[in-house]
């Protein structure tokens, strides 16, 4: 059964890739998997039907069968384990790709969206000045312990996997804050993520939403 994504129909960042349905996309397009999305707008994000999938009103989610997923995180582990391509054979390689998956999600991204949440958000606020120096610096720690461990190596661990994926994802909403410049290996590892074709279709496809609609 095909599987049916949501995403969202005027995407607030302008078809860039940096929704959060595109690490959806993108796993399906590593493992070779066909599927459908299905556009909602902002309002109908807030609506009963779509709180049913999502109790959040938030994007994506992932429909198959009798089977409805939100979190993109979850969504990617699941289409990871169900399909070849994400996650290594090897069982204790295949638990550090999911560790990094963790990792992606829980230690590197929460100071990145702090960062997005302090210069939209709460612009505004007194407060903001403050604290963006702050914030910049727990992003630039993150960025070098994990630039320490990446070191001279194409992918995380071993070969390209899902870990890769969540994180490559991740950084790369830092690159309109330029912050991620100052870290070379790093930058050249989205850049890699970038050029593999299942990214490439990927976001092609998100792109397209944003480019239809102009």
Partial sequence: MVP???AFESSPDRGRGLARD?????ALEETGQPYEVRLVSFEAMKNPAHRALHPFGQIPTYEEGELAL???GAIVFHIAERHAGLLPDQANARARAIMWMFAALNTVEPPILE???AKFAE????W???RLPLIKERIRTRLGELAVRLDEADWLDGGFSAGDLMMVHTLQRLKPSGLLDGYPKLAAYVARGEARPAYQRAFAAQLA???GKN
Avoid: H, K
Wanted: avoid cysteine.
């Fill in 4 to 6: 049916t994504i949501t």
């Fill in 22 to 26: 595109m690490r959806v996309r993108w």
């Fill in 70 to 72: 939100f979190e993109s």
């Fill in 115 to 117: 960062l997005q949440t």
């Fill in 123 to 126: 612009a505004d606020q007194p």
């Fill in 128 to 130: 903001t000045t403050e």
């Fill in 209 to 211: 939403v944003f480019t």
